[in-house]
């Protein structure tokens, strides 16, 4: 009778998904501009804020959140901790609201 076991230890595992969250201030006052008519470029336009998470070359999330309170929180970001990303971030003015915003201006697909 031959007997064999295989067995991982979990103590040693270094790539376990976390949880992360951070808050972005959308600053609007004190801006300089020289537009006349409206007030773009001084942040009081922004409904709208996308976060793009890319791991290598690849996208691994993208969110898009509303503007509340001049604040945008991303939260429950699942990220593995012993990898690398790259955050791509911008504001912008679009149609709608959080959950069903579409492009305003230009494509953001």
Same mark, same amino acid.
């Given at each position: 009778? $031959? ?10 595992? %270094?790539?376990?998904?976390?949880? %992360? *969250? ?6 609007? *006052?004190?801006?300089?501009? !020289?537009?006349?008519?409206?007030? &773009? ?5 922004? @409904? ?9 070359? /690849?996208? +691994?999330? !993208? ?6 309170? /001049? $604040?945008?929180? &991303?939260? @429950?970001? !699942?990220?593995? *901790? *012993?990898? $690398? +990303? ?13 959950? @069903?915003?579409?492009? /305003?201006?230009? @494509?953001?697909?």
């Amino acid at each position: 009778m $031959t007997l064999t076991a295989c067995q991982k230890d979990e103590g040693l595992v %270094s790539d376990v998904a976390t949880t %992360s *969250s951070f808050t972005v201030t959308i600053p609007q *006052s004190g801006v300089q501009t !020289r537009a006349v008519t409206d007030a &773009f470029g001084t942040g009081t336009s922004v @409904n709208r804020c996308i976060l793009e998470i890319y791991h290598g070359d /690849k996208l +691994y999330d !993208r969110i898009e959140k509303g503007v509340s309170g /001049k $604040t945008v929180t &991303f939260d @429950n970001l !699942r990220l593995v *901790s *012993s990898q $690398t +990303y790259d955050f791509v971030f911008w504001a912008d003015c679009a149609e709608g609201s959080e959950g @069903n915003f579409t492009d /305003k201006v230009y @494509n953001t697909a």
